[in-house]
């Protein structure tokens, strides 16, 4: 899909970049009030939920723009600092192509590794792996285009212990897309983890 480089409709990359400030300043703050949790590390064999809503928008693509969605993701431990993730979240980004407006509706499923470096309230994680990403656009040239793309992500993020099973995740990803723009997209969330 084809878009102009004049007259740029949404300023994503800035409000992306905002948030994601935010939501770190926020989560740092949480991570030093307070006294510490008493919660044990994750153990191999361990499982863990996530729900979470965060922004995302497309990258070095300011013709669309920026929009909440959920996602959910399961973590399985094999060791206490490694996990297998799979994720299930929905990308829907607001577009324009000349004076028609429509939006690109992801539908997305990914499977990660992560390595987190857990001990004291704050600690962090790395993350990436491999997606199948369905896309539906209502903004194309030619009409409705629908299409499947596969992709990869990468990222990290802080986890903040708030219980003996519940911490708050925030974590930025960026995902790489086959096929026409958008095929970069960034994505900034805040979710509730618990470990069963």
């Known amino acids: 899909m084809a878009h102009s480089d004049q007259n740029s409709t ?9 948030g994601w400030v935010r939501l770190l300043l926020s989560c740092v703050a949480l991570a030093w009030s307070g006294q510490p949790c008493a919660a044990a590390s994750p153990r191999t064999g361990d499982i863990a939920f996530t729900a979470a809503v965060g922004a995302h928008g497309a990258l070095r693509d300011d013709d669309f723009g ?26 829907q980004l607001p577009a324009q192509e000349g004076s028609r407006r429509g939006s690109i509706t992801t ?8 390595h987190n470096w857990f ?22 040239r030619d009409g409705d285009r629908d299409h499947l793309a596969l992709g990869i992500n ?16 925030l ?19 805040l979710g509730l983890k618990y470990y069963f």
């Open 10 to 18: 949404f300023p994503a990359g800035a409000a992306l970049r905002c």
């Open 66 to 91: 920026v929009q909440a969605g959920p996602s959910a993701a399961l973590d399985f431990h094999w060791t206490a600092r490694n996990s297998l993730r799979g994720t299930l979240g929905v990308l």
């Open 107 to 114: 539908l997305y499923v990914t499977v990660n590794v992560s």
């Open 119 to 140: 001990g004291g309230r704050l600690f962090p994680f790395v993350t990436g792996g491999l997606g199948l990403y369905g896309v539906e656009e209502s903004v194309a």
């Open 154 to 169: 990468g990222g990290g993020g802080v986890e903040v212990r708030l219980g003996d099973s519940w911490t708050l995740r």
């Open 171 to 189: 974590e930025g990803l960026a995902h790489v897309l086959t096929g026409e723009a958008p095929s970069r997209l960034a994505t900034a969330s």
